[in-house]
């Protein structure tokens, strides 16, 4: 809102932030830059943060055998190298993709992570309503969730209606489709490793 009381949003450029536009049409340049310098450092922040939970992550699954040995690993420093490594070549997928199809890029990334937290939340709130079933009459409960089982049904609808808005985007319908292919092929390599 501050920026469209200064500046017109229809000379907005799409394609550029309208905080740098604001700032060069006003004649400060170097405010342009700051914030640039702002984003990169954010975002190089972020990526950070994310190498290194993830690196952590792989870590702890390869300890209790969920992983391949090998990222278990520590380096002189006491840091988990082949899990660092993994995860900075997954991460880097990203890049070739921005080159690959830049405009589908972050749409396809951003569907796919939806997505799974979409898996991840329904799972919780299923996880929810089975320990409440199991433990009913019991013991009381310090913290009730309001209204249940029927705010977990209200929670299960408004994720059925994510996952329909995903499926009527042309971009985003792909990665809705091939996230149940996903999850197929790691439920057949948990069998295969775990249920011999």
């Known amino acids: 809102l501050v920026i469209m009381s200064i500046y017109p949003w229809n ?32 975002a190089a922040s972020v990526c950070n943060s994310a190498i290194y939970s993830t690196g952590r992550m792989l870590r702890s699954l390869a300890q209790e055998g969920s992983a391949p040995k090998k990222f278990r690993r520590l ?36 569907s796919i992570a939806t997505t799974c937290f979409l898996f991840i939340w329904g799972m919780l709130v299923y996880t929810h309503l089975k320990y409440r079933k199991s433990i009913l009459g019991k013991k009381a409960h310090t913290f009730k969730m309001p ?18 808005v995903l499926f009527l985007g042309k971009d985003t319908r792909i990665a809705l489709l091939l996230t149940p292919v996903w999850f197929m092929a790691l439920l057949m390599i948990y069998r295969m490793k775990y249920e011999k």
């Open 75 to 110: 380096t002189s420093h006491r840091v988990p190298g082949n899990a660092l490594v993994f995860s900075t070549i997954v991460i880097f997928i990203s890049v070739v993709l921005n080159y690959v199809m830049p405009s589908e890029v972050f749409t396809l990334v951003s």
């Open 11 to 42: 000379s907005l450029n799409a394609n550029n932030s309208p905080f740098v536009e604001v700032f060069s049409e006003i004649g400060i340049t170097i405010a342009a830059s700051l914030i640039n310098l702002v984003v990169l450092s954010s």
């Open 147 to 164: 209204f249940y089982p029927y705010s977990n049904y209200l929670v299960f609808a408004f994720m059925f209606f994510i996952c329909f």
